[in-house]
């Protein structure tokens, strides 16, 4: 981002970023960000109708399952009460307008490969890790609803990630 790019206001945050996922199948989707993945479950809540429609999300109330990465960020699954309808999952990821995949940075990519071939897990990408840039390698998946999920492992995180690795 070039200097008239930058903001002289910056938003303060009290914990990592989270990202939410409409699901309509809760338990295929725990099983596989749970189970394959290891994210560990932080909390399980009901919301009922009034509060959802209150603030806007559905009138349907909801079921959020919060799952909690290495790292502390959260994956929230969300579960209305009336599914919404799937999106179609395009040929390409970046023919899906909106949020197109959640990414996770990994040490060993060849170990997550490995992990996901073992749970039939459709790989985007193909079955090898891929190399975009000199040592930068990458593997896209699909959770089961159709969401795409990238996996990047870099050869020094501490260059690409000097905010966390100073």
Not at 24 to 28: E, I, L, Q, S, Y
Not at 46 to 52: A, D, I, N, R, S
Not at 146 to 153: K, Q, R, S
């Given at each position: 981002?070039g200097?008239?790019?930058?903001?002289s206001w910056s938003l303060?945050?009290?914990?990592?970023?989270e990202?939410?996922?409409?699901v309509?199948?809760?338990?295929?989707m725990l099983?596989f960000?749970?189970e394959?993945?290891g994210?560990k479950?932080?909390a399980d809540n009901?919301?009922?109708?009034?509060?959802?429609a209150?603030?806007?999300?559905?009138?349907y109330?909801?079921?959020v399952v919060r799952?909690?990465?290495p790292?502390?960020e959260?994956?929230?699954?969300i579960?209305v009460?009336k599914?919404?309808k799937?999106?179609?999952?395009?040929r390409?990821?970046?023919?899906?307008?909106?949020?197109i995949?959640?990414?996770?940075?990994?040490?060993?990519l060849?170990?997550?490969?490995?992990r996901?071939?073992e749970?039939n897990v459709?790989?985007?990408s193909?079955d090898?890790?891929i190399e975009?840039?000199?040592?930068?390698?990458?593997?896209?998946a699909?959770?089961?609803e159709?969401?795409?999920?990238?996996?990047?492992?870099y050869?020094?995180?501490?260059?690409?990630?000097r905010?966390i690795y100073?």
């Open positions: 981002m200097p008239a790019c930058q903001s303060k945050m009290t914990a990592p970023m990202v939410a996922i409409s309509n199948d809760m338990d295929k099983q960000y749970t394959i993945l994210l479950t932080f009901e919301v009922p109708p009034e509060m959802t209150r603030v806007g999300q559905t009138p109330g909801l079921r799952l909690l990465t790292h502390s959260m994956v929230r699954l579960q009460g599914p919404p799937p999106n179609k999952v395009p390409y990821i970046f023919e899906r307008h909106g949020l995949y959640i990414s996770f940075l990994v040490p060993d060849e170990e997550v490969l490995k996901l071939k749970h459709r790989l985007v193909g090898q890790k975009v840039r000199p040592g930068v390698f990458v593997v896209y699909l959770d089961p159709g969401n795409y999920v990238e996996f990047l492992e050869p020094d995180i501490a260059s690409y990630r905010d100073k």
